[in-house]
């Protein structure tokens, strides 16, 4: 049976190449004691979005960054066309309104990106094709990639949500033939 040994991760912690001394050690496990957050309710909404790069993997419908109104007139246009009767209804035209918007979203985030991949001055195309296309090749690999698996994700999930929803509308209209007859 194996046991395991605490080790000593003081002698361990380093900075760079440096190993922190006992008394630097000691300031910053004070110092992180009195760093407790933001305490205002200001601060909190603020340090919430701390994290937030492209918001394609956010729980919010409509992010601060985005203009309520054009949601709001979306989401008018897109209740609109579906229609929903009924609280299922309404719970699946939501999820389509919910991931439609990420669609969106993720297509300006995508262009956003494209763009500044291929910023004629960050390309520098007089200098060297080989360097320009590299710079490329790395943007599809980093940043596009991902982007590329959060789009494909949103667009399932819209697909899906869509799927159910026209579902729930056919066996409502069928409920209502039966009712007829």
């Known amino acids: 049976m194996k046991t395991s ?8 912690k380093k ?3 440096k190993k922190l001394s006992e008394k630097q050690l000691k300031a910053n496990r004070a110092n992180a004691q009195r760093s407790t957050g933001p305490k205002t309710r200001k ?13 394609l993997l956010s729980q919010r419908v409509c992010l601060e960054t985005e203009n309520k109104s054009e949601f709001q007139e979306f989401e008018t246009y897109m209740l609109d066309d579906l229609q929903p009767e ?5 719970l699946l035209a939501d999820k389509v309104i919910s991931n ?5 979203r993720a297509q300006g985030v995508e262009k956003m990106f494209l763009d500044e991949a291929l910023d004629p001055e960050e390309l520098d195309l ?5 360097s320009s296309a590299t710079k490329l090749l790395e943007f599809i ?5 991902n982007l590329s698996r959060y789009m494909t994700a949103i667009d399932n999930s819209l697909s899906r949500s869509l799927k159910e929803f026209r579902e729930a509308q056919k066996d409502r209209l069928k409920g209502k033939e039966g009712k007829k007859k």
């Open 141 to 145: 690999n980093g940043s596009s990639g």
């Open 15 to 17: 900075t760079g190449n």
């Open 126 to 130: 007089d200098d060297d094709e080989e």
């Open 86 to 90: 009924g609280a299922v209804e309404e």
């Open 43 to 55: 601060g909190k909404k603020r340090s919430g979005q701390n994290a937030l790069k492209h918001g």
């Open 100 to 104: 439609g918007w990420k669609s969106l």
């Open 5 to 12: 040994k605490k080790r000593n991760t003081n002698d361990k």
